[in-house]
């Protein structure tokens, strides 16, 4: 039988602690209802962009209240997705003994995937749809904003590569391409140790779909690819 192509993977935090983290698949329906909440996301995304956060952090951060905050990461902790760390001092404050007893979380690093379409159920479905609408919007939004803050000066001003393009590939094909990309973004994933100076946390996303069958097959006159830059036809 031929390979499946993977489906979309959750989000993970940069810092991991393993080159090759084994793939995990996210198939228990209760799991995913738990991920697919939509403060929980951004209490995910926000440990993921930002690192580790008490309940009260993360409320004046988001706009929640603590009891809420507290709530939603014992229930993503209950599913493996957060985790209690060490004590930790906020950016920018010298280290207070005083507070010793805040329970500090930070995101579980992991390969985790879906199951693909063709195994969901219709519940699976509806909760996939919800899950993705949320995680698309926000990466949308963190886009948006990193170009309205990018009249800084300096070179990540400039840190914008994208690529728009087509290739013709059978399905075995498609998940030999997406496992290849996912190893290549695990040869760049390191310990906070071993990150060089002035690196920053990167977002990177994939995206790939079939053409419609409705459309006549053709090749495109030049695809768009990094910085505005045409490419040959696929």
Same mark, same amino acid.
């Given at each position: 039988?031929? *390979?499946?192509? %993977?489906?979309? %993977?959750?989000?993970?935090?940069?810092?991991?602690?393993? +080159?090759? +983290?084994?793939?995990?698949?996210?198939?228990?329906?209760?799991?995913?209802?738990? =991920?697919?909440?939509?403060?929980?996301?951004?209490?995910?995304?926000?440990?993921? !962009?930002?690192?580790?956060? $008490?309940?009260?952090?993360?409320?004046?951060?988001?706009?929640?209240? $603590?009891?809420?905050?507290?709530?939603?990461?014992?229930?993503?902790? %209950?599913?493996? @997705? #957060?985790?209690?760390?060490?004590?930790? $001092?906020?950016?920018?404050?010298?280290?207070?003994?005083? /507070?010793?007893?805040?329970?500090?979380?930070?995101?579980? +690093?992991?390969?985790?995937? @879906?199951?693909?379409?063709?195994?969901?159920?219709?519940?699976?479905? /509806? #909760?996939?749809?919800?899950?993705?609408? /949320?995680?698309?919007?926000?990466?949308?939004?963190?886009?948006?904003?990193?170009?309205?803050?990018?009249?800084?000066?300096?070179?990540?001003?400039?840190?914008?590569?994208?690529?728009?393009?087509?290739?013709?590939?059978?399905? +075995?094909? =498609?998940?030999?391409? @997406?496992?290849?990309?996912?190893? !290549?973004?695990?040869?760049?994933?390191?310990?906070?140790?071993?990150?060089?100076?002035?690196?920053?946390? #990167? !977002? $990177?996303? @994939?995206?790939?779909?079939?053409? *419609?069958?409705?459309? *006549?097959?053709?090749?495109?006159?030049?695809?768009?690819?990094?910085?505005?830059?045409?490419?040959?036809?696929?």
């Amino acid at each position: 039988m031929a *390979p499946e192509p %993977r489906t979309p %993977r959750a989000e993970t935090p940069a810092e991991q602690t393993s +080159p090759t +983290p084994a793939p995990v698949e996210l198939s228990d329906l209760a799991t995913l209802k738990a =991920l697919a909440q939509p403060r929980r996301q951004r209490m995910l995304q926000h440990l993921t !962009l930002h690192g580790p956060a $008490t309940s009260a952090t993360l409320a004046r951060a988001l706009g929640l209240n $603590t009891g809420s905050t507290s709530y939603h990461l014992r229930e993503l902790a %209950r599913y493996g @997705f #957060v985790e209690e760390t060490e004590a930790e $001092t906020e950016p920018g404050r010298p280290p207070d003994h005083g /507070h010793g007893r805040e329970r500090w979380w930070r995101a579980v +690093p992991g390969d985790r995937r @879906f199951p693909p379409r063709s195994r969901q159920s219709s519940e699976m479905r /509806h #909760v996939m749809d919800e899950l993705n609408h /949320h995680a698309y919007a926000a990466d949308l939004e963190l886009f948006e904003q990193f170009q309205r803050d990018a009249a800084e000066t300096g070179p990540w001003a400039d840190a914008f590569p994208y690529s728009r393009g087509t290739i013709r590939l059978t399905l +075995p094909e =498609l998940g030999a391409f @997406f496992e290849e990309y996912i190893a !290549l973004l695990n040869r760049y994933k390191r310990p906070e140790a071993e990150t060089p100076a002035g690196a920053r946390t #990167v !977002l $990177t996303r @994939f995206l790939a779909f079939p053409a *419609p069958l409705a459309e *006549p097959e053709s090749e495109p006159e030049a695809d768009l690819a990094c910085n505005g830059k045409e490419t040959e036809p696929s």
